[in-house]
């Protein structure tokens, strides 16, 4: 009777745990359901904002879509007054644009007018690029790892800097002509002095330590740049060269308006004696789309190539 | 904060209330050009207050330091009036929808324009030639006709878009054996006596064809329109030998130019100004002018300026006659003698 008693009690007991245990699954649920309805992690508000990836991609269009709203409202109501007016052109009308210059062989040369503008200007600006790169990179290691070069030119590099490049453009187009090299050398002279800078601050960074450690462990005189200093330099390098993309292309596009047979600044200012905006609104946006590409391909080269350096 | 809003408050009424009060402005944008100094001592003397006070208006002059930015502005609804050439007038407002009629004649460029050369002596040594010169420009159509006067087309010679600011040191550093350039004065009087170079074409040769102009939307008030042009022909009596305020009128214009008096007398005399409203009348009343607005739209046309217009006749051009040129009902740019005409007649009071 004892044993069946205290048996019964016990499957009873046992009952109640299981349905206990199932209760308080259920409260979790519900209680996780709730939190999640509740959302207390905000969405958007807030320094502990987590926005989804839907709400992300919402966010991230809605500036461009706001942009672009304003600009056909905009466009509507003038266009709504003057049917001509080229301020602010339709959509249809920037297409034909295009179309125009984009895909229709010109008359005079035969060739496509937007590919011609865009090959000359990316090959200035690329030019320019790469050489103020390389020297900034040899001059900014230079001056970072030999304080007798150190002595000799950072002041200098400092002061060149500071320069409004534009300011001297005549000079400029004086000593190195309006042809290909003085639009080169305005890049050049416009973006080497902050890469070199930018170099010579990161060496700087470098520990002391890690040098001494080198030197003590056999390294030559020339090893230390080359096989410490320069791998940590690189990706830096091509940090600072992506910042230096934005001044260069105003510089592209200033020496293209001065003087110039082709390029995209000089379309756009061509086309402005006529307030030709169908024209220039999407030789900016096509501008804009290839800066970004750029921009994009660097970041990703330097997260694919120094994996190290993208994690910090 | 609720001071702030007070003060705001009270601060926009007595603005509103300031605005009512004023007189109804119009403003007036010219940028340097021999021929368009006037405008700047009109404003300096006093001149165009006073016109602007008898119609009972407000006249605001603005400087636009780029001649193509004064013109897209007052395009784009910035200016009522502006200084421009028959050429950008048709190109840039015409085509762009603005109905703008031609107030005042000023002068006519007649040697103002021209083309340099670094060893050559004629047009046709242009050939093969690379070319400096601001595309579009006035520039441009003078050397297409003087390429057409001389048997030689555009694809002769290669062109360089070059801007005006620079274009005359750029041809005086160049080294090149063969350089050449397009252009206007002050450029064309600094750079036309330097080593080796001849003038080989300039604006004298096709008279009356560069004509430069105070431009105003055809919907802007009477008042406006009389206003300037009184203004205007006013300080031409003053820009003549003899008048009283002659040295002081050319002594400023110099100034603003920013050459000597004696510069600025040089560029006077390749400036055909119409010191007389009757002498503007009759020019825009000549059978010349159709003929010169031809061939400018014919340029324009061609040279892809009348953006996606399928002919020449898209826009019309009115005559002081009342015939048109081009279409009948899309007449954008229109010569008009009514207010020179008052002028001439001193029938602006």
Known sequence: ?312 | MKRIIIGLFVFTLLFATGCQQDKPTFKLAWSHYTGWEPWAYAEDAGIIAKWADKFGINIEVVLVNDYIESINLYTAGEFDACTMTNMDGLTIPAVGGVDSTVLIIGDFSNGNDGIVVKNGGSVSDLKGREIKLVQLSVSHYLLARALEMNALTEKDVTLVNTSDADIGTLYLSDTSPTATIVTWNPILMQVRDAPDTTVVFDSSSIPGEIIDLAVVKTDAPESFKKALTGAWYEVMTHMQDGHPKYNEAIEFMAKTAGGTVDEFKAQLKTTAMFYEAAEAVDFNKSAKLKETMEYVRTFSFDHGLYAEAESKDYVGIEFPDGSVLGNQDNVKLRFDVTYMQMAADSKLE
């Open chain 1, 1 to 312: 009777m004892r044993t069946i008693l205290t048996e019964t009690v016990h499957t009873f007991r046992k009952l109640f745990a299981i349905i206990c245990g199932f209760l308080k699954k259920i409260w979790r649920i519900i209680k996780h359901t709730l939190r999640r309805l509740k959302s207390r992690v905000p969405r958007f508000w807030g320094i502990h904002a987590r926005p989804g990836f839907r709400l992300n991609l919402i966010l991230a269009i809605l500036p461009f879509a706001l942009l672009i709203i304003v600009y056909l409202s905009a466009s509507g109501y003038r266009l709504a007054q003057n049917p001509d007016d080229k301020l602010l052109p339709s959509i249809s009308k920037m297409v034909n644009a295009v179309n125009k210059y984009a895909f229709t062989p010109d008359d005079k040369t035969g060739t496509y007018i937007m590919l011609d503008d865009t090959l000359a200007s990316l090959s200035r600006i690329g030019i320019g690029i790469i050489l103020s790169a390389v020297t900034g990179l040899v001059i900014g290691l230079n001056i970072g790892i030999y304080r007798g070069f150190r002595s000799l030119s950072l002041t200098f590099v400092n002061f060149i800097a500071i320069i409004p490049p534009l300011a001297i453009l005549p000079i400029l187009f004086i000593s190195f002509g309006t042809g290909e090299l003085g639009k080169i050398m305005l890049i050049f002279i416009g973006t080497f002095p902050m890469i070199t800078r930018d170099v010579y601050l990161t060496v700087k960074k470098i520990p002391e330590e890690m040098i001494t450690k080198s030197l003590t462990l056999g390294a030559s005189q020339l090893e230390i740049p080359w096989r410490i200093i320069f791998p940590q330099v690189l990706p830096k390098l091509i940090d600072s060269i992506r910042l230096s993309l934005g001044a260069a292309w105003v510089y592209l596009i200033a020496s293209e308006a001065i003087a110039s047979q082709n390029g995209l600044g000089y379309r756009i200012f061509l086309v402005r004696r006529y307030l030709a905006m169908d024209v220039i609104i999407p030789y900016v946006v096509w501008i804009t789309l290839i800066g970004f590409l750029v921009d994009l391909s660097l970041i990703y080269l330097v997260r694919g190539a120094f994996r190290w350096y993208s994690r910090e």
